[in-house]
C-alpha cells in the first residue's frame, strides 16, 4: 500500500459511498476536528481508516475524501501521499485484492450498508463470504471487528485477539505488507493481551499457514482458536 512518506503502490461508518466499519469513539473526535477543516485531523483520520477500506472503489471512499480535504488545505503529507496516488493508481492492478469474484460480494455488503437499521448479522456473514475468497479489504475488516471489543459488540460476534492476530497474519501472507501495521499492532502482546502471547503468536501463525493452504475453510479452522 503507499507508505505514509510517499513510496508506491503495491509494495473506514459515516460513510460518503463505500461500505465501512462504524467509526470508533477516537475516529469520531478525529471526525469533529476534521469537519472543522483541521488539516491534521483530517490527515490523521484518513490514515486511521486506510487499511480497511475497499481499494476497488478508492476514491470514493472516507479514506480518499479526507485525505484529499487535507492536502487542500496545504498539508504537505497529506499532499506528497495524494500525488503518489492519483500518479500510481490502477483499479486493474488491485484486482488481487479481491479475487475469485470476490468484489461482488462486497458491493452486496455496500447495499446493505445502506439500509437502516443495519443488518449486522448479515454484513458479517457478507464479509465471511469474501474472506474465504481471499479478499484482502474483507480479511482487513474482519481483523479489526473481532480485535476489538467495540466493533465486536456492534457487529455481533466473540470478541476474541487470538483470532484477529490469525486474520491479519493471514491477510499478511496472502496479500503482502499492506497490512503489516495493523497485524504487527493486532499480534503485539498489548493487544493480545495473554501471559502466553509469544505462543499465542505462534499458534496464529501456524493456523494463518493452514488457512493459506485452504482458504475456504478458513472459519471452521478460526474456530479452532480459543
Not at 483470532?163 to 503482502?176: E, Q, S, V
Amino acid at each position: 500500500m503507499w507508505k505514509k512518506c510517499g513510496l508506491f503502490l503495491m509494495s473506514f461508518t459515516l460513510s460518503h459511498t463505500v461500505y465501512g466499519l462504524d467509526y470508533l469513539p477516537e475516529q469520531i473526535e478525529l471526525l469533529k476536528e476534521a469537519q472543522k477543516g483541521n488539516p491534521e485531523a483530517q490527515y490523521d483520520l484518513a490514515m486511521s481508516l486506510q487499511t480497511t477500506t475497499d481499494m476497488a472503489h478508492l476514491k470514493q471512499s472516507d479514506f480518499f475524501y479526507w485525505l484529499e480535504q487535507a492536502a487542500n488545505n496545504k498539508y504537505d503529507v497529506a499532499q506528497d501521499l495524494l500525488d503518489d496516488i492519483l500518479a500510481e493508481y490502477d483499479p486493474k492492478l488491485l484486482q488481487d485484492l479481491a479475487p475469485n469474484g470476490s468484489q461482488k460480494i462486497f458491493d452486496e455488503v455496500y447495499q446493505l450498508d445502506k439500509q437502516q437499521p443495519k443488518n449486522y448479522a448479515l454484513i458479517v456473514s457478507k464479509l465471511k463470504q469474501a474472506a474465504e475468497l481471499e479478499n484482502y479489504t474483507a480479511l482487513a475488516q474482519l481483523s479489526w471487528i473481532y480485535g476489538d471489543s467495540r466493533l465486536a459488540k456492534n457487529y455481533g460476534v466473540a470478541f476474541s485477539t487470538i483470532k484477529a492476530c490469525t486474520l491479519a497474519t493471514y491477510n499478511n501472507l496472502r496479500h503482502g505488507d499492506i497490512n503489516k501495521e495493523d497485524m504487527e499492532y493486532l499480534c503485539s502482546g498489548d493487544v493480545l493481551n495473554r501471559a502466553d502471547w509469544p505462543q499465542a503468536q505462534k499458534l496464529a501463525n501456524k493456523m494463518a499457514a493452514e488457512i493459506k493452504q485452504k482458504p475456504t475453510a478458513l472459519f471452521s479452522l478460526l474456530d479452532q482458536l480459543k
